[in-house]
């Protein structure tokens, strides 16, 4: 513990390091410097990359801060570049004072190696070509400056384009006025092309084999251990999957900030908790990264709070019996005139994309979903609800309404949980015009199938923020702001409304569910970072959704 700390600290050192040699690099570009042999114009070169090198060192500053190990790489790499640079050419007062912090930095990053050791997100093919493309062309416009400047300092008087097309020229071959600064041009934007291509290409094909494992893998824990009727989420291609070394188990997260949020609990033997949630714990400190777990079951609350864990009750899970689930009795008649009504005007049925793809039904399912985003207050909510995914069903099961001119007027998605013994309405979407009840028939149908299968528990999910406050629980500021949201903020996402609309199921019962997370109370970070996670258009979505709402 004691070696950790130290090395910490020695972390911390490097990294002011860095900030104060960026600032006197930024500094030293505006100094003279001495020619070298008889390359006239390299000194004003030299400033140009010496101010893109204090702001570039800035940023990885800020990201070896966050303990990422890619800026760790990246900075030792700069840094023993400028060391070499400083050494051999220059050798005036302001340089020699870089060097020293430059090779002190350089000693110290590398003893503290082990501080960072956060990984960087793995890129999908879509951002990894942005990243790509968006390199090259800063790459080629830098080139392009540094040549425009050479020109003029040749006493020539280029037009920037011109000086664009002369770059382009050089790097497919062409002859060169200024040969040093030409060829350095040629060979580097010919190694960050290959290295754009290899990016591509890894995201495209490596990781694609990677994220394909790593879900058999997790489907396998999910489908045996998967005890939290959101478990099946964990194979969302939204989430990054954590495997424990000592035990077998996965949990699935995503990083906002210095936030891991995760999804559900984690899955795991019930006897391997603790050891998998330790193992995970000493992820989280080794990456500087604060932890709050959304939408877990009370099954496993001591182990979290022998860990040190806090939590919070977040809402109530409506959880049926389906054994002794139906629709006679008094506080099912609302309901149940739901489904009767719907059941004059719908017939529902099963699709099995594992079995038989059907491209019309598809097709038609897909553009009730489209309708249905149509009419929603904000984007579609990501993270702790699922997908359609018909391009990749697994063990989803879809069951879907046609009206009387045949048309899919609305469908849902189920998912598994506890081994099959049970499964949870996830998705349910229908168009603006079906008739009212269909979304309930789905439900009541799907439920009625799983029962006929053996299963026998059935969720339509967390009514969240529903009931917060605990009995015998504590009366903090927490609680008192939950409620408020609950009550007064149904603007931006129908917290009451949804509660609402799941008593009418008249559920076996009402399971609490919690946020537990890793610091002392909820903190801003932790609370923004739950509601960000959630929706990929971000907290500005949220706001712009409850602006048009309220102006409608």
Request: contains cysteine; glycine residues 8%; neutral net charge.
């Amino acid at each position: 513990m004691r070696r950790t700390r130290v090395q910490n600290h020695l972390a911390n050192i490097g990294i002011a390091l860095v900030i104060s040699m960026s600032i006197l690099i930024f500094i030293a570009s505006f100094f003279p410097m001495a020619r070298l042999h008889d390359i006239i114009f390299y000194a004003e070169i030299s400033r140009f990359v010496q101010r893109i090198m204090s702001l570039t060192l800035l940023v990885i500053a800020w990201n070896l801060h966050m303990r990422k190990r890619f800026a760790w790489t990246l900075c030792i790499a700069l840094l023993s570049g400028r060391l070499f640079l400083n050494l051999v050419l220059h050798h005036h007062v302001v340089s020699l004072i870089a060097t020293i912090f430059e090779a002190l930095a350089l000693v110290i990053l590398l003893i503290s190696y082990s501080q960072f050791r956060r990984p960087s997100d793995r890129l999908s093919v879509k951002r990894s070509v942005f990243a790509a493309v968006a390199g090259l062309a800063t790459v080629l416009t830098g080139a392009a400056i540094g040549r425009f400047s050479l020109s003029q300092h040749a006493g020539e008087s280029p037009a920037f384009s011109d000086s664009l097309m002369e770059t382009i020229g050089i790097i497919f071959g062409e002859s060169a006025d200024f040969p040093a600064y030409d060829r350095f041009i040629l060979y580097f934007v010919w190694a960050c092309a290959v290295a754009s291509v290899i990016l591509v290409l890894h995201s495209a094909i490596i990781n694609k084999i990677k994220t394909d494992e790593e879900r058999a893998k997790a489907r396998e824990l999910v489908l045996k251990y998967g005890q939290n009727s959101a478990s099946y989420l964990v194979l969302e291609n939204d989430k990054t999957l954590f495997f424990g070394e000592k035990v077998p188990g996965v949990a699935a997260y995503g990083v906002v900030g210095n936030v891991v949020t995760v999804c559900g609990d984690p899955v795991c033997k019930p006897e391997h908790f603790v050891q998998f949630l330790s193992e995970f714990s000493n992820f989280c400190l080794d990456c500087s990264y604060q932890c709050v777990f959304i939408g877990t079951t009370g099954t496993f609350l001591e182990q979290y709070e022998m860990m040190g864990y806090g939590h919070i009750k977040a809402g109530e899970e409506a959880l049926f019996s389906l054994d002794g689930y139906g629709l006679a009795g008094g506080k099912m008649q609302k309901l149940r005139a739901l489904i009767t009504h719907a059941s004059k005007e719908v017939t529902t049925h099963e699709y099995n994309p594992r079995e038989a793809k059907c491209v019309q039904i598809e097709k038609e399912i897909n553009e009730v979903s489209a309708a249905w985003l149509e009419g929603k207050k904000s984007g579609q909510l990501g993270f702790s609800v699922g997908g359609v995914n018909l391009d990749d069903p697994m063990d989803r099961r879809y069951f879907y309404a046609r009206d009387k001119d045949g048309n899919i007027v609305a469908f849902n998605v189920f998912l598994p949980f506890n081994n099959f013994d049970g499964y949870l309405a996830d998705v349910t979407r229908r168009v603006p015009h079906a008739p009212g009840g269909v979304t309930e028939k789905l439900v009541y149908d799907g439920f009625m199938a799983f029962r006929d299968e053996g299963a026998h528990w059935g969720s339509i999910g967390l009514a969240t923020l529903a009931n917060v406050r605990e009995e015998g629980g504590k009366d903090d500021l927490t609680v008192k702001f939950l409620e408020f949201v609950y009550e007064k903020c149904n603007g931006f996402y129908g917290f009451k409304d949804l509660h609402h609309a799941k008593e009418k199921y008249n559920p076996t019962l009402w399971a609490p569910g919690y946020f537990v997370y890793s610091a002392k109370t909820i903190t801003p970070e932790i609370a923004y970072a739950v509601v960000a996670i959630q929706n990929p258009g971000g907290i500005k979505d949220f706001l712009l959704s409850s602006v048009k709402a309220h102006f409608k």
